[in-house]
């Protein structure tokens, strides 16, 4: 009789192993759940980018005031687009997503189809704040049908970085107002370009086509008819759109003109042309400086420079924070949400990397409008981009607006490789519509 | 086998009829164990298979036969359009598949040719026998990533290392990423560094246990080493080579993480600026991730499925005449 029982004891342990495994799975995430009544809370942040978002100061200074909460920060060093497909699988399978998470300008849009994932913040009191925010970026951080679902947190209003040892080398002008002087166009800025190129065989004047594509659309964008890939109905329009052709062309000319350094923007070549100082002028939006400053280091320190933007301004990237219905301390994620993006927060994140307030008050705070960056030979920063930011004209984004840009930047890259650049539009205009569907 | 004849033994006469009852029920009980018990005892592989693999898989076709975005409030039955679409209108798609199917022949054949080389070197008596083995064993436990990122850097345009050679020996430098055929060679020497040695290992292995007495007679009767090798090891070696071909075919046909980590920096997924190595796997993502035609994506992974299954079989039945029946 033995053998039998202790087969059936076997046979009851595997059973209750094939059960423990079955309900696992159904516990996974419920860890502190305890705090949203006063105890002790611990909000998640999520932020992308190289350089983060610059806000670890202000945590000090929120846990101080706040001594029942503690922040953690995840997601610097990640791209925006790693960062946002893992956002985009968290929103949607309603876990896993921070307390506070960033949207990004060009991908904010995306998650106006599933507002109903984050927690409304007009309910946390942020429509008394709308006078906190330039009109425009409040806008964007609000659905069509009224739900906000982010705060603004910075905009990308743009200007030129450029080496002056460079220029000074190659018989340009140095010092910023004239370098501004020289380039009240694009036109003219290939023009001067070319003059560079004559002058110095080593290095190239831009970085790279897609850098330069994207500033001149957001601006060319901004000043015709307000919107890109997507008319603001998100009707596909690539091919109809005047100014995406416009800015398409332009970019072709200044690589027909051998400007560009050819780099793919964000890799490892493109950081080491900084470091190596292969290239003598990058579109610098305002988030742009900093980036400048993590890559190149302290050794290009004092020969960049920031001079204005040809064209009229123009704005690219910024975010917004927001708040996932599925964080468990809604309230206080909303209260941090609100104190990040505050006067006083923003110009905490401008005064640590650079990212230009999107707050008209801390625009013209002394903190920002009198600023001077110190790397970039004491340029008055403050109001080189805060200048441009006021009187900005918004562009329209489409939902899947990076796929269709990835697509156009694909085709730039073609070119700077030598294929023809109207082949390589009629392929940007196919695959962006592919990318788009 | 006792507790059979247990169970089927006669009851005793004349016990209590309580007692009767007891014994008959631990009787059947005892029947239901042995068989049951069984079943019991294999579940759960089945379980983790039910939830991880067979869930997983009918839920992808239930998906494909969606429009599931997460940028679309609601979900509607598209039935076969994503496939209808995918199979018809969709260059991009048939780039993929060619592009895998080309870095897949690029790599597979020097592949196994190589490791069969190695093993068969290996195989012999030499010095510091254990060290050889151990060291082509080496690139399977380093990480993908790094593999890729150290031969992103030779193959790179400006300042690589293969540029510098082509360069020192008057060569033009090769853009590695903008030429088609350029990269998917680029993209192969990555798979096979770190693969040759994994089927070398199992070649070997299967080498060892080819009796010595077949070279011993081949020997006597004259037949020369390279004579041995293509009557004697490779014949033998016949379902091993069928085990490497498939586990080669669907790695190659699922090749994700070199091209992927070919490009640095923004767009990784495109593969090339004009997807000159994107792979069946990376559009899936592309699809998935970019896009969010989740819908779309399913039908990509199953048409992956089948094609790696089609695949498969066909190598089985090319290894299958290797021997050529005799």
New interface residues.
Partial sequence: ?S??IR??R??AI??A??VV??TT?ACGDDSDSSGSDGGPVTLVVDVFGDQGFGYEELYKQYEAEHPNVKIQERGKGL?L?DYN?RL?QQ??AGSGAGDVVALEEGTIV?FY??ADKFVNLADHGANDLKGNFLPWKWEQGTTPDGKVLGLGTDVGSMALCYRSDLFKAAGLPTDREQVGALWPTWDEFIAAGQKFAAADKNHKFVDSA?NFYNVVLMQVAGQGTGYTYYDKSNKMVIDQNPDVKTAYDLTTKMIAAGLSN?L???????N?GFKNGTFATIACPAWMTGVIKGQAGDAAAGKWDIAKAPGAGGNWGGSFLGVPKSSKHQKEAAELAKFLTSAKGQIGAYKAVGNLPSNPQALTDPAVADSTNDYFSKAPVGKIFAAGATDLKPVYLG??N??VR??V???L??V????SADEQWQ?ALK?GA???? | MSLDLHAAAPPEPGPPRAARHTRSRAASLTRLDLKYSPYLYVLPFFVIFAVFGVYPIAYTVWIALTDRSPLNSTISFVGMDNFVELITEDPQFWNAVVNTFGMFLLSTVPQLLLALMLANALNRKLRAQTFFRMAIAMPIITSTAVVALIFSMIYAKDFGLVNWLLDSVGLDPIDWRANRFASWFAISTMVDWRWVGYNALIYLAAMQSISKDMYEAAALDGASRRRQFWSITVPQLRPTIIFTLIISTIGGLQLFTEPLLFTSGSGGLSGGSEGQFQTITMYLLDVMNQRFRWGYAGAVALVLFVLIALMSAINYLLARRISSDK
């Fill in positions: 009789m053998v039998p087969r059936r076997f046979a595997a059973l192993s094939v495994l079955g799975a791209g687009g497909t985009t929103i949607t995306q189809a599933q897609t050819n793919q923007s964000f890799s490892n070549e493109w080491a939902p899947k990076n796929a990835t697509a930047e694909n085709s890259r073609a700077e490789q030598g294929k392929a695959n592919a990318a788009g569907k």
